[in-house]
C-alpha cells in the first residue's frame, strides 16, 4: 500500500535531472535501474503492443516527468530512435530537463498553427528529439482526444522507434483520459511515501475504463539501502501540492526514482 507520510520538497526540475549528466556510483545504479525497467518494457512491447508509451501518475509531484526524460535516454541509448512528447500543456516540464525553448510546440501542431518538423527539437540527446508542449491553449483535453492528435501519433510513430508521451496526473485533470483515446498503453509512476493508495487504483481504473492498457508501475523515490539498483535522490515537485494546482486550467504557461520497478 502506498501511503502519503512525508512533506513534499520543492525542486526545480534542471537538466540535472537527466542521468547522463550524473557521476559516480549513484548514476551507474541509476542507469542500470532505467535499463531494467527498459528490459521489462520491450519484453511487454514485444507482445504485440505498439511503440508509443504514455506515463501518467495519480498525483502530482510523483517524479512522472523526469521519469519519462530518463526512460527514453535510455531507450535512446540502444540505438533507437525515440522521441519525447510533453502532452501537459498545462504545466510543461520537459523543456526545462532538457533545457529547451518552448515559444512552440504540441499545442501549436494540433491547433494547425505550424507543422511538427518545423517545432521538433532535434537530437537533444543522441538519437533522442523532443516535442515540447507549446502555449498553452484553452482546451487541452479536446486537442489530445482529437482526430489531429490522432493523426500525427500515427505518423510518429513510423517516424520513431519509441515516441514517450509525458501527461498530467490522472486524478487532477482530464487531459490524459482524452489521451488514452488515441495512446492506449500506460505506464503509471507513483513515488513511495507520497502516493495515496486509494487515488493510484482509482487512476488505474480510470485508465483501463475508456480502454487503456497498464503496461506496469514504476515507484519513485525508493530509499532501500540493500538494493543493488538503489540511490538516495531528491525530490521533485515541479507540480506544488494538491491545494496549489489551481493554475491547472489557466492560459500561463507555466520527477527521479531513487529505486523505478515495473509491476506487471
Avoid at 10 to 18: H, K, M, R, V
Avoid at 48 to 54: R, S, T, V
Avoid at 177 to 189: D, H, K, T
Avoid at 240 to 246: A, I, L, M, P
Amino acid at each position: 500500500m502506498l501511503i502519503r507520510k512525508s512533506k513534499t520538497i520543492e525542486t526545480p526540475l534542471s537538466p540535472s535531472d537527466l542521468f547522463c549528466n550524473m557521476s559516480g556510483s549513484a548514476a551507474f545504479r541509476i542507469v542500470e535501474t532505467y535499463k531494467s525497467i527498459r528490459t521489462s518494457l520491450l519484453f511487454t512491447l514485444a507482445n504485440g503492443g505498439d511503440n508509443a508509451i504514455l506515463v501518467t501518475s495519480a498525483e502530482p509531484n510523483s517524479g512522472k516527468s523526469v521519469t519519462t526524460a530518463n526512460l527514453a535516454l535510455s531507450f535512446a541509448q540502444t540505438g533507437a530512435k525515440v522521441l519525447v512528447v510533453d502532452c501537459d500543456m498545462r504545466n510543461p516540464s520537459q523543456q526545462k530537463i532538457f533545457a529547451r525553448e518552448n515559444t512552440k510546440g504540441l499545442s501549436n501542431v494540433l491547433c494547425g498553427m505550424c507543422n511538427f518538423a518545423d517545432v521538433v527539437k532535434q537530437n537533444v540527446q543522441q538519437n533522442l528529439d523532443l516535442l515540447t508542449a507549446g502555449q498553452t491553449p484553452p482546451n487541452p483535453s479536446e486537442l489530445l482526444s482529437s482526430e489531429n492528435m490522432r493523426a500525427l501519433l500515427d505518423a510518429l510513430k513510423t517516424q520513431y522507434d519509441f515516441v514517450l508521451l509525458d501527461s498530467p496526473p490522472v486524478e487532477v485533470v482530464s487531459d490524459t483520459v482524452s489521451l488514452v483515446l488515441n495512446a492506449s498503453q500506460v505506464v503509471v509512476v507513483a513515488r513511495q511515501n507520497h502516493a495515496i493508495y486509494d487515488e493510484v487504483i482509482h487512476t488505474v481504473d480510470t485508465i483501463k475504463s475508456v480502454g487503456g492498457k497498464i503496461l506496469g508501475a514504476i515507484l519513485t523515490d525508493v530509499h532501500e539501502d540493500n538494493k543493488s539498483y538503489s540511490y538516495a535522490a531528491s525530490t521533485y515537485s515541479h507540480y506544488g501540492r494538491r491545494k496549489r494546482y489551481g493554475y491547472y486550467g489557466s492560459m500561463t504557461e507555466k520527477n527521479a526514482p531513487a529505486e523505478s520497478k515495473v509491476k506487471k
